[in-house]
């Protein structure tokens, strides 16, 4: 009941603030902005050194090498000369050598309503999500999140959001959580959209239906972007790092303390342009997970390369 309570809620929010919009568009003139559609489709190979499921704390200290399959589709409709409405859908697909029973397909759907005046841009989105293990349901995920955004200087930008989470795991009962966060973003431009950094914030809280897997985390992340000419092709440099430290409220059956996690993830991305809006990405992370439950204490290395189209 909870769960298909949460459903109707969050699609009834998102429906009456797009007809609360909708509605303020009606009455101002036709913006001459058109439809635009976007489109993507990428296909690469990874190398994971220690294949598994995150979610559920599952590690098999192998590796395996992965096709990976994406695709992409937008489209942005003007609502008025300040309100955007945006639609989304995205497919990816992980096909393992060896470990066909991790092989994963995601769904996506999205939808993000914004409004952008003088100073400030406020917004909604809202999320739906399916993924499946070796063809299997394995999660189902809703997301609604109101955001603010704007400019405090030339070169500072600020975000903040709420986000609402609702997950369901097949088979795992005692997982299933709805998870409250706060997330607080700030951007200094180096040099416009070709140099910037962003720093960020989030609080979250989990509550899950198995009291053992509810928690709290405090979450950093810092990204560095740059763009730059090179052999005359405008290429992108990206460097992340995020950091999370997760308490779990209860003790741990196993452990019979609390558990305590610490993760830090690196990763690096450099994309190059080829052909007519093609692009050939390179990416290479690593992720450490320090805990005191055993099986959630892991190391992890992914590198991976993937052609992609843009239109």
């Not at 949460?6 to 058109?34: C, D, G, K, Q, W």
């Not at 999205?110 to 917004?123: D, P």
């Not at 290429?235 to 609390?258: C, F, H, M, N, Q």
Request: overall charge negative; hydrophobic content about 35%; glycine content about 6%.
């Amino acid at each position: 009941m909870r769960w298909c309570t949460i459903r109707v809620h969050s699609f009834a929010i998102m429906a009456a603030y797009a007809l609360a919009l909708t509605s303020v568009a009606a009455e101002t003139e036709n913006p001459s902005r058109p439809i635009s559609f976007s489109a993507e489709i990428g296909v690469g190979v990874e190398y994971d050194s220690n294949v598994g499921v995150e979610e559920v704390d599952l590690s098999s200290n192998q590796s395996d090498y992965a096709l990976t399959l994406d695709a992409e589709l937008g489209l942005k409709k003007p609502l008025s000369s300040t309100t955007d409405l945006s639609l989304s859908y995205d497919f990816s697909q992980s096909l393992y050598q060896e470990f066909s029973a991790v092989d994963r397909q995601t769904h996506i759907l999205g939808a993000n309503l914004e409004t952008e005046t003088q100073s400030l841009n406020t917004g909604i989105t809202l999320f739906y999500i399916n993924s499946r293990l070796d063809s299997e349901a394995f999660l189902e995920l809703y997301r609604i999140s109101p955001s603010i955004s704007g400019f405090l200087s030339k070169k500072w930008f600020a975000r903040g959001a709420y986000v609402y989470w609702d997950k369901s795991f097949e088979n795992r009962p005692g997982r299933d959580a709805s998870t409250n966060t706060g997330e607080a973003d700030i951007y200094y431009f180096r040099n416009g959209l070709r140099s910037y950094f962003n720093l960020g914030y989030r609080f979250k809280d989990e509550d899950a239906d198995l009291k053992v897997h509810d928690f709290s985390s405090h979450n950093l992340k810092l990204r560095y972007i740059h763009r730059l000419v090179l052999f005359s092709r405008m290429t992108k440099l990206e460097l992340a790092w995020r950091y999370e430290d997760r308490d779990y409220s209860t003790v741990t059956p196993g452990i019979e303390e609390e558990r305590s996690d610490h993760r830090h993830r690196w990763r690096a991305e450099f994309e190059v342009p080829v052909l007519d809006n093609g692009a050939i990405q390179i990416h290479t992370g690593y992720s450490d997970y320090d805990s005191n439950l055993p099986q959630a204490d892991y190391s992890q290395v992914i590198t991976g390369v993937r052609f992609l189209h843009r239109w």
